[in-house]
């Protein structure tokens, strides 16, 4: 099944919110865990706020039906996501996947 790099950028001024919504957004991630569709997650450190998500599902159009469903999203806290097909070839975790 093919892996796509999904990464979110958060809305300025936002961290009182995202911090009020964490929670329930890794519940939710938790649960995309439990159910193989999300390989791993975290937000990047410095720089603009965000994160990564690596989901492993069939399609695009998979990763876009979580996304929408992620309580960061719902909230309106990502202004932009950005979705692509990725191939990990080398690495330790690729040994993994």
Do not use: K, N
């Amino acid at each position: 099944m093919p892996f796509f790099a999904t990464t979110y950028r958060y809305a300025d001024d936002s961290t009182e919110a995202l911090d009020a919504t964490r929670s329930t957004h890794r519940d939710y991630l938790a649960g995309l865990v439990e159910a193989g569709s999300l390989t791993l997650s975290g937000p990047y450190v410095g720089g603009a706020a965000g994160a990564l998500l690596v989901f492993e599902v069939e399609t695009e159009q998979d990763v876009r039906a979580l996304v929408d469903a992620d309580p960061f999203v719902v909230e309106g806290l990502v202004t932009e996501i950005t979705v692509r097909e990725w191939l990990p070839v080398l690495g330790r975790v690729s040994q993994h996947l």
